[in-house]
């Protein structure tokens, strides 16, 4: 499907971007050579008419894919995660983009609600509102349980959005071909791999099942965190094309006075968030992703409410250690230790200088240092460090690039409660806590636990795998060549001592 039929759908996309003025921000955000410039402007230059016109108050780059429509608004939203590509200047225009649409109509989300469910929303729901909320993929009604009386948010899917976006994301992949084959010099933001991506996060979005199990996950893992709540799922009232939850009752975590007039400490709330994002990133490799201030309510109570579960961040845990002594490093400036975890990580090659490394790292962090404390962003140093590391061979690792995105997300949400905050002093136990359990002592017995009780699984595979090496040797080929023959038994005798090893120290612990 990816063939010259989607040129239509470029030139209507290219012609708006002309429109809008936004062309000349996307080229130089690609830092397009003048051969792709002008292929670009000659093609959409004369079809500029054809371009939608679209909200003339907004900035051009989010005008243009707002006019273009909802797989455009999402496509911003994740360009907005991914600086490396889209450059700092059109990230943060992205940052902000509106994603709001016109909702459509209450008939048809009640009459999607019955045909997923195979229920009658009367006979479940007593009410059933206007949407309340209407963004690129999907509305929100706020509706009431027949039987308990419960408030809950319904979220709808737009009709047919599933076949819109697959059209939309076909001609992306086309579009991303023809820059990889205009400008080889764009291969290196790997703009097949942000498609990819982009696929990749739209799909989870376009079925709600995977969003209700996010949100169940991250609700299993910050249970018992004090003063943060999430609305419970309900299975039983949704599946691919509708979500409900409980009503998230509070004060938008933006709105100042508000939060003031109902008493909360804004200090407190500030550092809880930051705190909260942390532990949620390092404890549990599970964090939410998208946590500004309109996914974010405060509750009577002063909890703060997370919700909207449409992008989670996910981290392996040996990107989390990696991740938490970079931080350490940094916190004590040492400078050495931070370049040492990249080398040893692989992060950067190993061909290179790890002295000059520290250096260059040093050159990120002692500015930063050299600031008020108030004035100090996680979210930059990460940012800086990126940078540097892109320079010294690190492959961008979109993981870490969605965490930097968040982090920036996260401060500014804890500065607008307060904009005193001391990010190191907030973050720095976190961190510490976190390298106690994940990097000491406890933590290597642990580790050595889990190999062994995974070596154990392949116990009763060890006297056929020797036997089978024993055989294998006996040909004439492999008899002049003992090494074959006992490296198999060498390991599978290091394995099992492994395994008892393991064992014993289970039942040790």
Known sequence: M????????????GATLERTGAMNIVLDAMDAPMPLRVVAKGLCWPFQWLGFKGDTSMPPATRALTALGPAYIKLGQVLSTRPDVVGDELAIQLRVLQDKLP???LGVARQMVEEELDINVDDIFSSFSEPVAAASIAQVHRATLHD?????????????????????????????????????????????DVIEHFEDTVKGELDLRLESSAASEFAANTQDDPGFQLPKVKWSLSGKTIMTLGWAEGVNSGDNDTIDAAGHDRQVLSERVLTLFLQHALRDGLFHADMHQGNLKIA?????????????????????????EILFGFIRR??????????????????????EFAQALRAVGEPIFGMDATQISMGRLLSYLFEVTERFGMETRTELILLQRTMVVVEGVARSMNPQINIWS??????????KESIGPKALVTDLVKTARVLARFGPLLPQMAEDALIQAKTPQEAAKPTKLYMPLV???????????????????
């Open 2 to 13: 990816r063939g010259p039929h989607n040129i239509w759908r470029l030139i209507r996309t």
């Open 334 to 355: 040492d400078y050495r230790r931070v370049a040492e975890v990249h080398f040893e990580a692989g992060y950067v090659p190993a061909d290179r200088d790890i002295d």
């Open 491 to 509: 390991w599978m005798a290091l394995g099992g001592a492994l395994v008892f090893g393991g064992l014993v120290l289970g039942y040790m612990i």
């Open 148 to 192: 308990t009386s419960e408030e809950v948010a319904v979220k709808v899917l737009r009709p047919n959005i599933e076949r819109a976006f697959r059209k939309d994301i076909d001609a992306f992949y086309f579009a991303a071909k023809m820059v990889e084959v205009l400008s080889p010099a764009s291969r290196r933001l790997k703009p097949l």
């Open 103 to 105: 909702p459509f109509s």
């Open 426 to 435: 907030v973050a720095q136990p976190v961190v510490q806590d976190y390298i």
């Open 300 to 324: 009577p109570n002063g909890d703060i409410i997370a919700y909207d579960f449409g992008i989670m961040g996910r981290i392996d845990p040996f990107t989390r250690r990696v991740y938490a």
